[in-house]
């Protein structure tokens, strides 16, 4: 992605954010000085990789195949000592917009539909070997009241509504069409990018940025890059 195109994302979603009164912890609004400024104070939002993440997966289709994320609260799968024993994020969509297919191995999730549109996503189980069970019916928490689907029926998932899903649930989700642009919670166990995404396709988690303008805020991913140690 440029820098322009991740750039535009952020102001777009903070503007989503002013307009539904979601606020974002301060780090969140920080500027490139203003990081610097703090690199003493930054150690544990760096580590458990706080703050905005945006992806296309690789793929260059960011309008329609890709997200705005912000994690709001995270801790270590390695170190208990640092932030905290639950993962918080928002994850911002546009009408249309999608993630992939894919799995966590160690996460538990609850998706929550925070404001907007509709979300709609679609379940499978996995297999032994790791790939997509196309066949097998799927079995899931709404508001802490059972539900079964078939594998790939389409659920939707309206404003207040959450879902939760368990470790090896496939699950892809999006903005519905139609139903405008939206934003989801995500309250979770410790989430780790890095090393538990698992795809139903081979997809890159974070883009590759061209830098064709300087940066608003820094991304997650890239904080020893940008910041230094």
Excluded at 40 to 69: C, P, Q
Aim: charge should be negative; charged fraction near 30%.
């Amino acid at each position: 992605m440029k820098r322009s195109e991740i750039n535009g994302a952020i102001s777009w979603a903070k503007g989503l954010l002013e307009e539904n009164k979601i606020k974002l912890p301060p780090f969140g609004y920080w500027n490139l000085d203003k990081w610097k400024e703090n690199s003493n104070k930054t150690d544990v939002i760096r580590e458990v990789m706080l703050g905005w993440d945006i992806t296309d997966y690789g793929e260059g289709r960011f309008e329609e195949f890709g997200a705005v994320l912000f994690t709001l609260r995270n801790g270590s799968l390695d170190d208990s000592r640092l932030g905290t024993p639950y993962a918080e994020k928002l994850i911002i969509l546009k009408e249309g917009q999608r993630l992939p297919n894919h799995y966590h191995a160690s996460k538990t999730e609850e998706i929550i539909n925070r404001g907007g549109g509709v979300m709609a996503i679609k379940l499978y189980n996995s297999l032994p070997d790791g790939k997509v069970d196309y066949k097998s019916k799927v079995e899931v928490e709404m508001d802490g009241i059972k539900y079964q689907f078939e594998a790939g029926e389409e659920v939707n998932i309206y404003p207040g509504e959450s879902i939760t899903l368990r470790p090896f649930q496939y699950h892809l989700f999006w903005a519905k069409e139609g139903k405008g642009d939206l934003i989801l919670g995500e309250v979770s166990s410790i989430n780790d990018d890095n090393t538990d995404n698992y795809n139903a396709d081979e997809i890159a988690r974070f883009a590759e940025v061209e830098e064709d303008e300087n940066i608003i805020h820094p991304l997650c991913n890239e904080y020893k890059k940008v910041l230094g140690e």
